[in-house]
């Protein structure tokens, strides 16, 4: 599976911003696909994923009732909805495909920016 992230940029805090991944190759034996970011000088972290079939969605604590995640299994992609962004929301974004519930992470898009300003 190779994966496309974009739709970062720079917002003011408050603002939203919509990121997209889209997904080619096997995309049928992803079983979900998750968003994970880094700020610098900090190691990666999740932030949500959602399982392809089933639609079950996870949420890191520092996102949840501010971020969406979705899928379109047709386009194969999937977006994360941020609103209410906040300073230290601030990382690159990346998006990511597993095969399995127990399995790593073993594909990964190359990252946008999201910066917000304060």
């Known amino acids: 599976v190779q994966l496309q992230a974009y739709g970062g940029g720079l917002v003011q805090a408050g603002g939203f911003l919509r990121l997209s991944c889209t997904a080619s190759?096997?995309?049928?034996?992803?079983?979900?696909m998750g968003w994970f970011r880094q700020a610098p000088g900090k190691e990666r972290e999740f932030v949500a994923s959602?399982?392809?079939?089933?639609?079950?969605?996870y949420y890191a604590d520092s996102v949840k009732d501010r971020f969406t995640i979705s899928s379109d299994i047709a386009k194969n992609t999937g977006y994360l909805r941020m609103n209410s962004l906040k300073p230290e929301d601030t990382a690159v974004y990346y998006c990511?495909?597993?095969?399995?519930?127990?399995?790593?992470?073993?594909?990964w898009g190359q990252g946008t920016h999201v910066t917000v300003s304060s």
């Open positions: 959602i399982v392809w079939r089933r639609g079950s969605r």
């Open positions: 190759g096997r995309t049928f034996s992803s079983y979900d």
């Open positions: 990511a495909a597993r095969s399995a519930l127990r399995r790593p992470y073993d594909a």
